[in-house]
């Protein structure tokens, strides 16, 4: 089946730093990536969809210039969140997607990664 | 009004037990529904897609009324294992390919 990794699965790191978030898809070609935020008893908001050779598009509220995303390649999707501060901190999660939807179907199945668990202290 | 509504629950099922729920949904003109599961800490994962006619996989049976705007999802014969956050999943109708996910409604299997 289609796999998902994200790396780190966790960070701790101090008020006014950079964190960049990996999601690479393993076996398959992402042309469209997502970067989801959950917080504690949320539901998973969609921050950002990044496809492969173009910039992402951001979802209403979402700082772009905080959230920077890259999706060189397809396999490869980044996060960065820039000078994190405690309110960043959440479970970020990508999701990865093969290609548009065939045959009149207008979804094609996302794949999730694993999460990065963000704290900032 | 959130777009994808559930009750958080928690459902507590005696192990063997049925538990059904429901989510509604907001936009009528939604057109793809899908059943997630979350264990604690972890990623979501496609359970079921939800289709018209109602559709069952194994012990699971998911259910869509279009004319009340809602999905529902039975689990029967309730394992330990069924123990998770169920996440209700709608497609966005603003957005192609994008999904609108419920916060989660929480299962506990006791022995």
């Known amino acids: 089946g289609a796999v998902v990794s994200q790396h780190p699965s966790w960070v701790i790191c101090k008020s006014g730093t950079s964190v960049k978030i990996e999601c690479r898809s393993l076996?398959?070609?992402?042309?469209?990536m997502f970067w989801y935020r959950q917080f504690p008893k949320q539901s998973l908001m969609l921050m950002a969809t990044s496809n492969e050779g173009s910039k992402a598009t951001y979802e209403q509220g979402v700082e772009k210039d905080k959230f920077l995303i890259n999706h060189a390649s397809l396999t490869l999707s980044t996060l960065t969140v820039t000078s994190a501060h405690p309110e960043d901190s959440s479970f970020y999660i990508c999701?990865?997607?093969?290609?548009?939807?065939?045959?009149?179907?207008?979804?094609?199945?996302?794949?999730f990664g694993p999460g990065t668990r963000l704290t900032v202290l | 009004r959130k777009e994808v509504e559930q009750d958080p629950g928690p459902f507590n099922v005696p192990e063997g037990a049925t538990v059904a729920f429901n989510c509604t949904y907001s936009n009528s003109a939604s057109q793809s529904f899908f059943w997630y599961r979350q264990d604690c800490r972890k990623e979501p994962k496609l359970l079921m897609s939800?289709?018209?006619s109602g559709n069952e996989d194994g012990r699971f049976t998911a259910q869509l009324n279009r004319a009340s705007q809602y999905i529902s999802l039975l689990i029967r014969d309730s394992k330990l294992s069924d123990s998770a956050t169920y996440l209700c999943?709608?497609?966005?109708?603003?957005?192609?390919?994008?999904?609108?996910f419920g916060a989660g409604t929480q299962v506990v299997v006791t022995p």
């Open positions: 939800v289709y018209s």
């Open positions: 999701s990865a997607r093969e290609r548009a939807g065939f045959g009149g179907s207008s979804y094609n199945e996302q794949f």
């Open positions: 999943v709608v497609n966005r109708v603003d957005s192609w390919g994008k999904l609108q």
């Open positions: 076996d398959f070609q992402a042309t469209t």
